[in-house]
């Protein structure tokens, strides 16, 4: 199997893609140690140097935590599991890059969807405002756009450090358009380890496995420069799928997916309308008990529930056959609902600030 950065496919054999392309699991007793969610569930899944990381985190020590947005359509649940990791890792001490990846945006998305670089910087402090009101510090953010001619230097650098054979063989194809975009992510995930910035020092990305193929040209560069970099480290998380069975969480399949700005009352009735993985008739749930594996409407509450311990009882119930589909869509839809609330109201505070931000202004 081969896995594209720009494709929407599932990924459904993990086991395979890690053989395939040499990622590590987490080790449980990372898992276990670190007390979020999204590790203690299973949900960031496998990695590359993250050990590293993982030792300045127990040092106490500084390391480098790098992500951003792509400023090209609104963010959904899927979304949100990036900017949930990136301010975990902030409160383990690390040093913050956050990048609103607008030129990025613009040139590696076709023009009937990313038609100029204004329409771009438009998503971008769209995507900004949520990310603030999920918890981003402003302190942490950079603009493509915006940055300084060190940065812009390292980037074309960069382009000496990979050939078109090389280029090729990871993305099986060649686009100008592309190529520019991944010498930017090159440098955002890198530059941070100059030393104009914090010099070199171990750094962890989030990212999904589809993504790997940054993660591996990254790394390969890494090594051919003369700053001593620490080779870049990621961590992969499993995507969110769809409501419906068999797509991942994307803006392509708007009704499967629960957007930051959808109206909470719609954002409840989509779940209400999602796959469950109960049974044909109460009297068999009752007795065969539900199964949360396959079931869309659990997936929101692994992803994003914040209460572990009410969590897993709640799978325990589903198992048992004491907790039915239609109480379990009430409850999930009304998290979902008083979540959507909450965060809109805060993202209109942020809207000013995110728009300074962007514009450079
Ligand atoms: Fe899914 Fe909830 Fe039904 Fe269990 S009870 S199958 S988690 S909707």
Redesign the pocket.
């Known amino acids: 199997m081969e896995l594209d950065p720009w494709g929407a496919g599932e990924v459904k054999n993990y086991d395979h893609v890690f053989k395939k392309f040499g990622l590590n699991p987490i080790p449980a007793s990372i898992s276990k140690s670190l007390k979020f969610r999204l590790f203690e569930r299973g949900i960031v899944i496998a990695h590359r140097d993250f050990d590293k990381v993982y030792a300045r985190i127990k040092a106490k020590k500084p390391f480098i935590n790098m992500t951003g947005i792509a400023s090209s359509g609104p963010l959904h649940f899927g979304h949100k599991v990036d900017l949930d990791l990136f301010i975990f890792f902030k409160k383990c001490g690390a040093k913050n890059y956050f990048s609103v990846s607008d030129i990025d945006a613009y040139v590696s998305r076709p023009d009937k969807k990313i038609p100029s670089l204004e329409t771009a910087k438009k998503w971008g402090i769209e995507n900004l405002a949520h990310a603030l009101a999920l918890g981003l510090n402003e302190k942490d953010v950079f603009v493509q756009s915006q940055k300084e001619s060190r940065y812009y230097e390292f980037t074309f650098e960069l382009s000496k450090k990979i050939t078109k054979k090389t280029f090729e063989a990871i993305y099986g194809h060649l686009d100008l358009g592309k190529v520019s975009a991944n010498l930017l992510q090159y440098a955002d995930i890198m530059h941070p380890q100059l030393p104009e910035y914090e010099g070199p020092m171990p750094s962890v990305t989030g990212i999904g496995l589809e993504q790997d193929p940054h993660a591996r040209a990254t790394r390969d560069i890494a090594k051919r420069l003369p700053y001593g970099i620490v080779t870049p480290g990621f961590i992969y998380f499993q995507h969110q799928s769809g409501l419906k069975l068999g797509t991942k969480m994307s803006a392509s399949h708007p009704e499967t997916a629960i957007f930051l700005d959808d109206a909470p009352e719609a954002a409840a009735k989509k779940v209400s309308r999602a796959f469950?993985?109960?049974r044909p008739t109460v009297e068999e749930q009752r007795k065969l008990g539900?199964?949360?594996e396959i079931?869309k409407?659990?997936e929101l509450?692994k992803f994003h529930y914040p209460n572990t311990k009410r969590w897993e009882k709640?799978?325990k119930d589903?198992k048992d056959g004491k907790?039915?589909?239609g109480e379990?869509?009430q409850f999930t839809g009304k998290f979902v609902s008083d979540f959507l609330k909450d965060h809109q109201k805060k993202v209109k505070t942020k809207l000013k600030i995110a728009e300074k931000i962007v514009l450079g202004k």
């Open positions: 469950t993985g109960g539900g199964r949360p079931c409407v659990h509450l709640l799978v589903c907790w039915l589909c379990c869509k």
